[in-house]
């Protein structure tokens, strides 16, 4: 079946440094990715997105590096605020045609 | 402002008793989505649709009914209540069913 995951449930940062969420996804098939961000009390928020044809994505202060080849996706976030602490969604499409599959979450936590 | 509304915020409710939440997106997305999410769960998809007039069930549909009658509005009514669908409800649009879904704020419903 489709699953997608990430390596670890929490990530603990210093204010100013890079962080690095991962990724890993099982079905090579998928070719749309997402990342999204779910403060507290809120509702997911959509950060950043790549397809397959690619392999790098840059945003505000936000990359997505995506390597087919192990199946892996991540989210890098430069210089980390206090602000970017929350849960980070990957999501990949269904080839079922229904809906995005998404993993259960990495929680940034940053301290200043 | 231009996103996805949902009502009501939160909600106490009496097991048995019929209950619709109610969600409206204004950005004319054809695909509309609701998810429960739970702790250690993650986002669980529980109906969709593709476009209006049609619906489709997700990963955990039984206690659930949507409809969908016209473009903008997506309500989900659980016939009777039980405490096992206490939870927080997002709905979410995307501009169809392949691309970044978009979040409304969450319905938080307890069930005794």
């Known amino acids: 079946g489709e699953s997608v995951g990430l390596h670890l449930p929490t990530l603990s940062v210093q204010e100013g440094d890079n962080s690095i969420i991962n990724c890993a996804y099982s079905?090579?098939?998928?070719?749309?990715f997402i990342w999204y961000k779910q403060e507290s009390g809120k509702g997911p928020q959509f950060i950043i997105d790549i397809r397959s044809n690619m392999d790098k994505r840059q945003g505000q202060r936000v990359t997505v590096l995506l390597n087919k080849t192990v199946k892996h996706l991540s989210l890098q976030i430069a210089a980390t605020q206090p602000g970017d602490s929350a849960v980070y969604f990957c999501a990949e499409n269904s080839q079922a045609g229904t809906a995005l599959i998404f993993g259960k979450g990495t929680t940034l936590s940053v301290s200043s | 402002i231009a996103g996805i509304t949902q009502a009501p915020t939160s909600q106490i409710l009496a097991a048995g008793r019929r209950m619709t939440l109610r969600c409206t997106q204004d950005m004319r997305h054809n695909a509309m989505y609701w998810y429960r999410q739970d702790l250690g769960l993650g986002l669980r998809l529980i109906h969709y649709s593709n476009t209006a007039g049609t619906t489709g069930k997700g990963e955990v549909p039984d206690g659930y009914s949507v409809s969908r009658a016209n473009t903008d509005d997506f309500p989900l009514t659980l016939a009777s209540a039980v405490p096992s669908q206490t939870s927080v409800y997002f709905c979410a649009s995307s501009p169809d069913s392949q691309e970044a879904q978009y979040f409304g704020p969450g319905t938080r419903l307890l069930v005794l």
């Open positions: 079905n090579s098939a998928s070719d749309y």
